[in-house]
């Protein structure tokens, strides 16, 4: 079998991107691939980053092929274009998963604890976000800037430190808290997933990650918004 021309796998590649935004997002087959892509901005962290050029591939892919039959190209993209968007079908069409990136040593907290004993927790294990469970059920993440920020309010409205430290709990704390500063996925979740829900909700603090994304199973990895810089690298190089 002979080798693919730059015009063919180019047009596989525009061709699998159009299928798969449309079959994922279940939109319209008769709309124009342009407005497909500005349809997906808001969906797709992929799209949205190379939104620009997908609209671009749309217009080159009309010059590539002549009114729009595939066997007849009129003329070869070069090499460097095909790369890239075999490169973005690939992103879109099966992206990294959050679970090989993502801290897997998860520390967790009973909700009964005091907030002595979590910021202790924080402070010893270096993490930010202490997932808090009421015996199974997940029911918040504990999180080192909230629980400042509510100690020091404590203090501003007249109330002792200790009174503080000993004698709230941490579900106490979390049951003013909006759920909006944590989601459960499941270890199915994708980089590009994650990075479109911080980017979505920007007072996404974490993802928990379950095996099939309920509160009330045990914790397999933990993604932050920290770890959005290493996403990003790693979909630039995949």
Do not use: W
């Not at 202790?120 to 202490?130: C, D, F, G, M, Q």
């Not at 509160?215 to 190089?237: F, R, S």
């Amino acid at each position: 079998m002979s080798e693919k021309s730059n015009a063919e796998r180019f047009i596989d590649s525009f061709n699998t991107i159009d299928y798969t935004l449309r079959a994922r997002y279940g939109l319209n087959r008769s709309m124009g691939f342009s407005d497909l892509i500005r349809k997906c901005v808001s969906l797709n962290y992929v799209v949205r980053k190379y939104e620009d050029d997908l609209i671009d591939y749309s217009r080159l892919r009309n010059a590539i092929v002549h009114q729009g039959n595939k066997d007849y190209i009129i003329a070869e993209p070069h090499t460097r274009i095909v790369e890239h968007i075999e490169k973005i079908e690939k992103l879109i069409n099966t992206p990294p998963k959050c679970i090989d990136i993502c801290r897997r040593d998860i520390v967790t907290i009973d909700a009964g604890a005091s907030m002595e004993k979590v910021i202790k927790l924080i402070a010893s294990s270096k993490y930010s976000n202490i997932p808090v469970y009421n015996g199974d059920m997940l029911i918040g993440v504990a999180n080192g800037q909230k629980i400042l920020d509510s100690f020091g309010m404590h203090l501003l409205s007249g109330g002792k430190s200790k009174t503080f430290l000993e004698n709230v709990k941490i579900e106490d704390m979390l049951s003013k808290i909006q759920s909006a500063y944590y989601e459960v996925a499941s270890i199915e979740l994708t980089m590009e997933e994650a990075l479109n829900k911080f980017h979505a909700n920007p007072k996404l603090l974490a993802i928990l990650l379950t095996k099939t994304g309920e509160q009330d199973e045990k914790p397999l990895g933990i993604v932050t918004g920290a770890d959005a810089i290493e996403m990003n690298k790693i979909l630039d190089n995949y």
